[in-house]
Nanobody, 120 residues
Framework: QVQLVESGGGLVQPGGSLRLSCAAS????????MGWARQAPGKARELVAA???????NYADSVKGRFTISRDNAKNTVYLQMNSLKPEDTAVYLCNVDYSPRIGVRSNYWGQGTQVTVSS
């Protein structure tokens, strides 16, 4: 089983920056990919950024050029650096991990989320 601990959310003014962190722990064979999604009130969950174990990244068009996802493999931690934040980035940001609890098996797990509010 895997556990995720997210941190780094908060209140920031438009144009500001925040860095989210998500640390995975527990008993598993490997982590295949980690990423972030967000959900604003009344809206569908949106994939924000993802990072595969091989290093390939994927970003939502709305955050390209402003957000950067990175990972510390030794710490099983993924980061989301968010710059030039806009009010429309306000949402609960949820960490996701695609992992293998044992060889040949894949599973997926969501964190509880951290609130990001962009407002003056």
């Amino acid at each position: 089983q895997v556990q995720l601990v997210e941190s780094g959310g908060g209140l920031v003014q438009p144009g500001g920056s925040l860095r989210l962190s998500c640390a995975a722990s527990g008993s598993f064979f490997s982590i295949n990919a980690m990423g972030w999604a967000r959900q604003a009130p009344g809206k569908a969950r949106e994939l924000v950024a993802a990072l595969a174990s091989g290093g390939s990244t994927n970003y939502a068009d709305s955050v390209k050029g402003r957000f950067t996802i990175s990972r510390d493999n030794a710490k099983n931690t993924v980061y989301l650096q968010m710059n030039s934040l806009k009010p429309e980035d306000t949402a609960v940001y949820l960490c996701n991990v695609d992992y293998s609890p044992r060889i040949g098996v894949r599973s997926n797990y969501w964190g509880q989320g951290t609130q990001v509010t962009v407002s003056s």
